[in-house]
């Protein structure tokens, strides 16, 4: 089924964009290339929906470029950029039935260049099949659930042939379950037509599943763009971190290669000596291992909670001083060591997400 | 009463003179409103200026506004010395005791039926359909009559319909500016309440039963075209 034409790469160019004093897209410069998943990752207000209006022509922009192959787009309406958006909330038209929304972008074409009928109805029937809703053509979008509705807006989508697909939060406002159904369902799509595909998202897992690459977004800035790999396992700072999945943080004193913290000096892996300086330690729940027999590079912690009910053991601890530990183990650790609430135990680190030095005050 | 006689009064060339002038006026005035109501409302509903709240607020002005005040000072307005109408007088145009003058009287107390009914359904519109539109390459005209007249329109029929049935029924703000000539400028209303007054209540009621009838098919009719064009958009 030839749903693509042509090779597309999209460029933006130091793209600035204000909403009064708030600066929704602050130099944004970044490189899509032909065929790729994308996901622009990142919290509320951090500029990945505008960064997407942008690319569709749907939002204006203060100052910068952006290029489809290689040629300034500026003037270009979302349409004529080849761009099919899925919006958030699906926008589907509710009086018109599921096969008249898919139908639409082909009725309002030209005489001259509009399908005859026939095609029409054949190629809103393809789509159909595609997205695997054909028993629900003449159904209207108010009687859809809400993952019909989004694979119909889908369907709408790509009736006009885009080359590049935009999608809005596609899984948002879907139930857990659904919205994993169709993330794998995006993922096959895309591995069977290469349709270049950008969406947006706050759900790191999403992000992390589903993409080629992932653009990591705060503040309306470009913090990292990488592999989900990449981002996940080198992150370039605590933010990326820290949005990435669950993280621990302590507040250190770095000391002949080892981690201060409170009264034990901890093992840091890959920490060479150097002068004693402050500093702050990102470690990932199954960064810790977990002991009964005590050690003088391990922290004492209590155990508050354990649940086993999971792929992963989830376990919270008290240290010392007070602070929350999220730790998680395979459920065959577990059965070595067999801890239960409110029992003492000795938490060192196998490894170190992210080590970030602090200004000593003087 | 026989029914000849019922067929006499209300065939009388002075009765249908007043038959054609009500509903004229009402239909034409109803379709001014229509079309200003529906600007009115996507204005208040899309679009945010100083004194908005201002604005939204005086729509209702016209149903709080006693219709006797309301008629003396269109009248006012429009006579040749008036405001308006000077202006109107150097165009060579005549408001105030003729139908131009009904007509304008009855779109002034039909407009907030009009913004009323369609402004929750334009709030409850969401912008997106039309972006959605335009992505899919429709042009500005083809968003406004495929995809936002289809959603308002059953909201827009029964505002006009109100509308329309109100200014049939008006009294008040008419007969100030109408001038009530027989045959020119006499509305219903108005020739049933000369009748009452003349003690003929037969000669009332059977023009009352006529027009009755005539604004029952109308609403009827009216409401069929609402239920047609909303039973495809769902719950609200």
């Keep these: 089924m030839g749903l693509r034409e042509g090779a597309l790469s999209i460029e933006l160019k130091h793209v600035h964009k204000k909403f009064g004093d708030f600066k929704a897209l602050d130099d944004v410069s970044l490189k899509i290339e032909d065929g790729e998943l994308l996901a622009l990752l990142g919290p509320s207000g951090s500029g990945k929906t505008t960064l997407l209006r942008v690319v569709a022509g749907l939002d204006p922009f203060d100052e910068g470029q952006v290029l489809f192959s290689g040629r300034d787009a500026e003037n270009q309406k979302t349409h004529q950029r080849g761009v099919g958006f899925v919006f958030q909330h699906y926008a589907l038209f509710r009086h018109m039935t599921v096969f008249d929304n898919i139908a639409f972008g082909l009725n309002v074409l030209p005489r001259k260049t509009r399908p005859s009928r026939d095609q029409i109805r054949a190629k809103v029937m393809e789509l159909l099949n595609l997205v695997q809703l054909e028993w629900l053509a003449d159904r209207f979008p108010w009687q859809l659930s809400g993952g019909q509705r989004q694979r119909i807006a889908l369907a709408r989508a790509l009736a006009v042939r885009p080359q590049v697909l935009l999608l809005d939060e596609p899984f948002g406002s879907l139930d857990a379950q659904v919205r994993k159904e169709l993330r794998a369902w995006l993922r096959r799509f895309h591995d069977e037509f290469h349709i270049t595909t950008i969406f947006v998202t706050h759900d790191q897992e999403e992000a992390l599943e589903v993409a080629d690459r992932i653009v990591v977004m705060n503040k309306g800035k470009l913090i990292q763009v990488g592999t989900p790999e990449d981002v996940f396992h080198n992150p370039v700072n605590s933010f990326v971190l820290s949005f990435l999945g669950n993280v621990n943080f302590f507040h250190c004193r770095l000391e002949e290669g080892k981690a201060v913290i409170g009264e034990s000096a901890l093992e840091v892996p890959g920490l060479s000596v150097q002068r004693p300086q402050a500093a702050k330690l990102y470690v990932r729940p199954n960064q810790f291992k977990i002991s009964r027999v005590f050690s003088p590079s391990a922290l004492k912690a209590i155990v508050e909670y354990v649940n086993p009910a999971g792929t992963v053991v989830k376990i919270n601890l008290k240290t010392e001083s007070g602070q929350q530990i999220l730790v998680e183990i395979t459920q065959e650790e577990l059965k070595n060591i067999k801890i239960k609430k409110h029992e003492k135990v000795y938490v060192s680190l196998k490894d170190v997400s992210y080590l970030e030095y602090v200004q000593d005050n003087p | ?236």
């Design chain 2, 1 to 236: 009463m026989g029914f000849k006689e019922f067929m006499g009064v209300i065939t009388a060339p002075r009765t249908l003179a007043a038959y054609k002038l009500s509903f004229t006026t009402a239909f034409l005035s109803a379709l001014i409103n229509a079309v200003f109501g529906l600007i009115v409302a996507w204005v208040l509903v899309r679009y945010s200026f100083p004194g908005k709240r201002i604005v939204d607020a005086l729509v209702d002005f016209p149903l709080a506004l006693p219709t006797a005040v309301a008629g003396i000072a269109l009248t006012e307005l429009y006579t040749p010395t008036g405001w308006v109408g000077q202006y109107l007088g150097v165009l060579g145009i005549k408001a105030a005791f003729t139908p131009l003058g009904i007509t304008i009287a009855l779109t002034f107390i039909g407009l907030p039926f009009v913004v009323r009914t369609i402004q929750p359904v334009l709030e409850d519109m969401d912008p997106q359909i039309e972006e959605a539109a335009a992505s899919l390459g429709a042009n500005r005209w083809q968003t406004v009559s495929k995809i936002i007249l289809p959603v308002i329109f059953p909201a827009l029929l029964t505002g006009v319909t109100l509308a329309f049935a109100r200014a049939i029924g008006e009294y008040g703000s008419v007969i100030f500016i109408a001038g009530n000539m027989p045959m020119k400028t006499e509305i219903v209303p108005l020739l049933i309440m000369t009748k009452l007054e003349q003690y003929d209540y037969t000669g009332a009621t059977a023009i009352a039963i006529g027009m009755l009838v005539i604004s029952f098919v109308l609403l009827a009719t009216a409401n069929f075209f609402q239920w047609l064009t909303s039973r495809n958009l769902g719950k609200a």
